[in-house]
């Protein structure tokens, strides 16, 4: 496969675009998910008897997936830049070590 496992190859401007595309994603995840819940709230509004329980249910089950998936999100963002920053404090110790 031509895998080499004595050397690393990182681009710390890939690693932080990464970081950012992840939390732009969790942001428009976000909005898109509060639009349709705006956008559904006046027929949701007026429904009644087991109809309304049923949808609660699945709504919560819903508002549970949308928190985790967003806590995910948010972990890798974080994971990235601090992989970044610990590649870049990394690169500038090695580079003072050879000056």
């Known amino acids: 496969m031509g895998y080499d496992q004595g050397h690393v190859m990182v681009t710390f401007a890939t690693i932080a ?3 950012q595309n992840v939390q732009r994603t969790y942001q428009s995840l976000e ?5 349709l ?18 949808y609660q249910q699945k709504q ?7 928190t985790d998936l967003g806590n995910v999100l948010q972990t890798i963002g974080r994971v ?3 992989t970044h920053t610990a590649y ?9 070590a050879w000056a």
């Open 31 to 35: 909005q898109k998910l509060n639009d």
């Open 17 to 19: 675009e990464a970081s």
């Open 80 to 82: 990235l830049e601090d």
């Open 37 to 54: 819940h705006q956008f559904l709230q006046p027929m949701v509004a007026e429904w009644t008897g087991s109809a309304a329980e049923q």
């Open 60 to 66: 919560q089950q819903w508002n549970q997936a949308q």
């Open 88 to 96: 870049t404090q990394t690169e500038q110790a090695n580079s003072q």
